[in-house]
C-alpha cells in the first residue's frame, strides 16, 4: 500500500510539470518528503526508541535519539534546500547538539512558523523551519495513534499537537462542501466553521471573503478583513486527485496576490511563502 508520503511525492511530481512557476518548490518538497518517509518508516520499526514510555500525552519525544538523526537531516538538507534554508543547516551544523535540542524542543512546544510580530529575523524563522521539518514525521506518527478527537468547530490551533492550520479543505456533503482545517504539524485535519476566521475569530460574513482564479480553479484564498490574514483553501469536490498540502504549494500566484492586497499569511508553507 501507498502511503501519504508516496502520495505527496507523487502529486508534487506531477504538479512540476503542471506548474512550472511552483516547480523549484515542489522539487524541494518531494526531497523533503522522501527524508520525512525515510524517518516516519523509522519510527514505525522501532517507536520504542524515539518515544519515552514513561511520558503521557503529546510531549513523548526521546531527546537521546534525536541528534544523530537531526544531524543527518540537516546534512542532506544543505545539500538541496533553496538558499536561506541551505545555510540555516549549515550553520546548525556548527552548534552541537545541545543547541539542537533545545531548538526542537522549543518548536515541538510552540509549533508555528509565520509571523507574530517581527518578520526581519530570517535566521530564527529558517531554524524554526527545519526543525519544523524533521519533526513532522514525529508528530504524524503520534497523531495516527490519536482516535475519537472531538473538538467544537471553532478551534483554531490542532487540537492534538496545537500546530497553526496550513490549508484549509473542502470536501463534498450534501449538495454543498464541508470545511476542515489541517495541521501544519500533525497533519491532523479537523472540523471547522464555513464563516470563521481561524486567526482573530471573525464570524461577520461582510468581513469574510474568498478569491480564486480561473487558472488554479481548486485553490481559493481566503481572507478576513478585520485582522488581514488569509488561508488558501482546496476544493476536493473540484479537484478530488488534489493532496492539499502539496497543491497549496503549488499554487504560488495565489500568494503573490494576497499580498498585493495587503493579506498576511496565517501561516507559512514550507518554502516560507
Not at 96 to 103: D, I, Q, V, Y
Not at 163 to 179: N, Q, S, Y
Amino acid at each position: 500500500m501507498k502511503s501519504a508520503w508516496d502520495t505527496r511525492i507523487r502529486r508534487a511530481t506531477e504538479l512540476i510539470s503542471a506548474y512550472p512557476f511552483a516547480a523549484e518548490g515542489l522539487r524541494f518538497y518531494a526531497q523533503i518528503a522522501m527524508l520525512q518517509q525515510q524517518l516516519h518508516s523509522e519510527l514505525g520499526r522501532s517507536p520504542d526508541d524515539f518515544f519515552l514510555a514513561e511520558s503521557s500525552g503529546w510531549e513523548r519525544l526521546n531527546p537521546s535519539a534525536l541528534p544523530a538523526r537531526f544531524s543527518r537531516f540537516l546534512t542532506n538538507v544543505s545539500q538541496v534546500a533553496p538558499a536561506v534554508l541551505a545555510r540555516a543547516a549549515s550553520d546548525l551544523l556548527q552548534r552541537g547538539s545541545a543547541s539542537w535540542l533545545r531548538l526542537l524542543e522549543e518548536f515541538w512546544q510552540t509549533p508555528r512558523t509565520s509571523f507574530d510580530g517581527d518578520e526581519t529575523q530570517e535566521a530564527v524563522l529558517a531554524h524554526r523551519s527545519l526543525a519544523w521539518l524533521f519533526l513532522q514525521p514525529f508528530a504524524e506518527y503520534l497523531a495516527s495513534r490519536r482516535n475519537g478527537v472531538v473538538v467544537d468547530e471553532s478551534a483554531v490551533r490542532c487540537p492534538l499537537c496545537g500546530g497553526a492550520p496550513i490549508v484549509g479543505v473542502l470536501r463534498a456533503e450534501g449538495d454543498g462542501a464541508k470545511k476542515s482545517l489541517i495541521c501544519m504539524l500533525c497533519a491532523h485535519e479537523w472540523a471547522f466553521r464555513r464563516i470563521y476566521c481561524p486567526s482573530c475569530g471573525e464570524e461577520r460574513e461582510s468581513h469574510m471573503a474568498f478569491y480564486s482564479a480561473p487558472e488554479i480553479p481548486h485553490v481559493r484564498v481566503d481572507v478576513c478583513d478585520t485582522c488581514r490574514t488569509y488561508l488558501k483553501s482546496v476544493d476536493l469536490t473540484k479537484t478530488g486527485l488534489a493532496v492539499p498540502i502539496v497543491d497549496e504549494l503549488a499554487t504560488l500566484p495565489l500568494d503573490l496576490w494576497a499580498r498585493e492586497q495587503g493579506y498576511r499569511k496565517l501561516q507559512v508553507n514550507i518554502v516560507g511563502i
